[in-house]
């Protein structure tokens, strides 16, 4: 019975912890931008979660950063040590001292992870909220 | 950067020496466990570029020629320097911003 009750706040509190530990691995990557040499790291977040519920991905969907059946797809965070589920960033255009960091991606990834986690916030609450109308009964 | 652009006409530091121009290197340092990468200045270079060299005899710094070597700083590339690097800060004031306010959020969590 109780399990019920926070499986559903286990999947939103998974989802929220990656959430900021991408908002983390972006916010190093912006602080990094005028570093000589620094390359931009990242990790899917669809692939993290599916690892962090225990979930084998079928095929197919696994690797969504990939285009191409040798492409090696980028590393799921929550699986492995901490520094290896990191997948690295590419180049968007050539910079003479060869830092990977694109501002523009990383601004627009910040933002979109950081609105990403706010909703993540508001599911917990209302979640919380919903449960806590069916206890009390009124 | 602000003090290169200070000393874009200076003839003559402490030393008797035109003023050179100093550039930061940055360096990654790890920050905590879990792949998060924090910013530091690993060395602070002289650029070596020959100073900009004026003839102006009536200078009491001019050398026997008649010129006066001034710093050899670019107002130009400093300038897009300046720029770059203010660009950079706010990017990092705004980062540390949201990151406050989401903080400040997830206080707030299940009331």
Same mark, same amino acid.
């Given at each position: 019975?109780?399990?019920?009750?926070?499986?559903?706040?286990?999947?939103?509190?998974? $989802?929220?912890? %990656?959430?900021?530990?991408? !908002?983390?691995?972006?916010?190093?990557?912006?602080?990094?931008?005028?570093?000589?040499?620094?390359?931009?790291?990242?990790?899917?977040? #669809?692939?993290?979660?599916?690892?962090?519920?225990?979930? !084998?991905?079928?095929?197919?969907?696994?690797?969504?950063?990939?285009?191409?059946?040798?492409?090696?797809? %980028?590393? $799921? #965070?929550?699986?492995?040590?901490?520094?290896?589920?990191?997948?690295?960033? %590419?180049? *968007?255009?050539?910079?003479?001292?060869?830092?990977?960091?694109?501002?523009?991606?990383?601004?627009?990834?910040?933002?979109?992870?950081?609105?990403?986690?706010?909703?993540?916030?508001?599911?917990?609450? =209302?979640?919380?909220?919903?449960?806590?109308?069916?206890?009390? =009964?009124? | 950067?602000?003090?290169?652009?200070?000393? /874009?006409?200076?003839?003559?530091?402490?030393?008797?020496?035109? +003023?050179?121009?100093?550039? /930061?290197?940055?360096? *990654? *340092?790890?920050?905590?466990?879990?792949?998060?990468?924090?910013?530091?200045?690993? *060395?602070?270079?002289?650029?070596?570029?020959?100073?900009?060299?004026?003839?102006?005899?009536?200078?009491?710094? $001019?050398?026997?020629?008649? +010129? /006066?070597?001034?710093?050899?700083?670019?107002?130009?590339?400093?300038? /897009?320097?300046?720029?770059? #690097?203010?660009?950079?800060?706010?990017?990092?004031?705004?980062?540390?911003?949201?990151?406050?306010?989401?903080?400040?959020?997830?206080?707030?969590?299940?009331?």
């Amino acid at each position: 019975m109780l399990d019920k009750l926070t499986q559903r706040l286990d999947f939103h509190g998974n $989802a929220l912890l %990656l959430r900021a530990e991408r !908002q983390r691995v972006i916010a190093s990557n912006i602080a990094n931008a005028d570093t000589p040499g620094y390359v931009a790291r990242d990790f899917q977040f #669809a692939d993290a979660m599916r690892a962090a519920q225990g979930l !084998q991905a079928p095929a197919g969907m696994r690797q969504q950063s990939v285009s191409d059946a040798r492409h090696i797809p %980028l590393p $799921a #965070a929550g699986g492995g040590s901490s520094d290896s589920r990191l997948g690295y960033g %590419l180049q *968007t255009q050539p910079s003479l001292d060869n830092n990977t960091v694109d501002m523009d991606r990383e601004r627009a990834a910040f933002v979109d992870n950081a609105v990403r986690y706010e909703a993540t916030l508001r599911f917990i609450n =209302g979640n919380a909220k919903t449960m806590l109308s069916a206890i009390q =009964g009124q | 950067m602000a003090s290169n652009l200070a000393n /874009v006409d200076a003839v003559a530091g402490p030393d008797g020496q035109a +003023y050179k121009a100093r550039q /930061v290197v940055f360096q *990654t *340092t790890p920050m905590g466990a879990d792949g998060a990468a924090g910013v530091r200045v690993s *060395t602070i270079q002289e650029s070596d570029a020959p100073g900009r060299r004026v003839h102006d005899p009536a200078n009491p710094m $001019a050398d026997a020629e008649g +010129y /006066v070597t001034h710093a050899n700083v670019n107002a130009v590339e400093e300038m /897009v320097n300046m720029i770059s #690097a203010s660009r950079s800060y706010q990017n990092n004031v705004e980062v540390m911003n949201t990151a406050k306010s989401l903080l400040l959020k997830t206080l707030q969590m299940g009331q």
